[in-house]
Every structure is written in C-alpha cells, then in structure tokens.
C-alpha cells in the first residue's frame, strides 16, 4: 500500500466500505454555490494532494452526484499528475433543467489513485494488422 501525503483544512478524503476503489471528496466552499441549468461552476476541495511517482489521481463524479442532481464534471474525468503540488478544484456542469446548490461538506466526487506506465512513442508507416482492424463503433455487435 502506497502513501498519500495530504495537505488540507477539509475534511479528509475516505474509503466508504473496505471495497471501494474510490475516496469520497468534500466541497470546501465558504457560501453555497448555485448552479443553474446550462452553467458551470468550480467548487474548492481544500486539497493538495502529493501523488506518489508512477502513479496518478483520477477524479470520478459520484453516481448520486451525476444521476440524482443531474452533474458531471465539465471534464467528465480530471487527472492530476504526481508533480503538481495546487489545489484540487472540482467544475460542475448542471445538465439537468433544475438549479442545484452545492453546501460546504458535501460529497461531490471520488478520488481513485492509479499506476500509469510511460511509453516510448514511435512514429511508423503501418500498424499491425488485427482481426478488427479499422472498424469503428458499432463494429462489435449491439
């Protein structure tokens, strides 16, 4: 098991069930934020999180977030790298025809750290040759 080192005056980030991939994050907004239908609005977490190296943070909307108050993330998944040391900073975008208000300490998304692998990039004239080949969407059945 890795180290996470962070540093916050929010509530820490939590594991909910001895299962979850993901760590639940906190709105560390001083006033409620109002979100109208069509808007995107950024919500602080208070976090700065130091990511282990050959590793990287994967922010998840909750599916309560996302399904019940009709929320995604602006950039439907965020990815912070190891070496960035700011604040992590959630946008919302509200897709749903209601205005939603975000409260200071709610649970707003999941932070799931991940192992990556760099790769040496190649420029060539042709790439192997696969059973599926260039076929796109769809090409897989329904």
């Given at each position: 098991?890795?180290?996470?080192?962070?540093?916050?005056?929010?509530?820490?980030?939590?594991?909910?069930?001895?299962?979850?991939?993901?760590?639940?994050?906190?709105?560390?907004?001083?006033?409620?934020?109002?979100?109208k239908s069509g808007e995107t609005k950024c919500i602080?977490?208070?976090?700065?999180?130091?990511?282990?190296?050959?590793?990287?943070?994967?922010?998840?909307?909750?599916?309560?977030?996302?399904?019940?108050?009709?929320?995604?993330?602006?950039?439907?998944?965020?990815?912070?790298?190891?070496?960035?040391?700011?604040?992590?900073?959630?946008?919302?975008?509200?897709?749903?025809?209601?205005?939603?208000?975000?409260?200071?300490?709610?649970?707003?998304?999941?932070?799931?750290?991940?192992?990556?692998?760099?790769?040496?990039?190649?420029?060539?004239?042709?790439?192997?040759?696969?059973?599926?080949?260039?076929?796109?969407?769809?090409?897989?059945g329904k």
């Amino acid at each position: 098991m890795k180290d996470l080192n962070i540093k916050t005056e929010n509530k820490l980030p939590e594991y909910k069930t001895a299962s979850s991939a993901g760590m639940d994050i906190y709105g560390f907004n001083d006033e409620d934020v109002i979100i109208k239908s069509g808007e995107t609005k950024c919500i602080d977490t208070g976090l700065k999180i130091e990511i282990p190296e050959g590793y990287f943070a994967a922010i998840y909307p909750r599916s309560s977030t996302g399904v019940k108050r009709n929320l995604m993330l602006a950039n439907s998944t965020g990815i912070i790298d190891s070496d960035y040391r700011g604040e992590i900073k959630l946008f919302f975008y509200n897709f749903g025809k209601e205005t939603q208000v975000i409260k200071k300490g709610e649970r707003l998304a999941q932070l799931i750290i991940q192992p990556y692998e760099r790769v040496r990039i190649n420029k060539v004239d042709q790439l192997s040759e696969t059973s599926r080949g260039e076929r796109g969407i769809g090409s897989t059945g329904k």
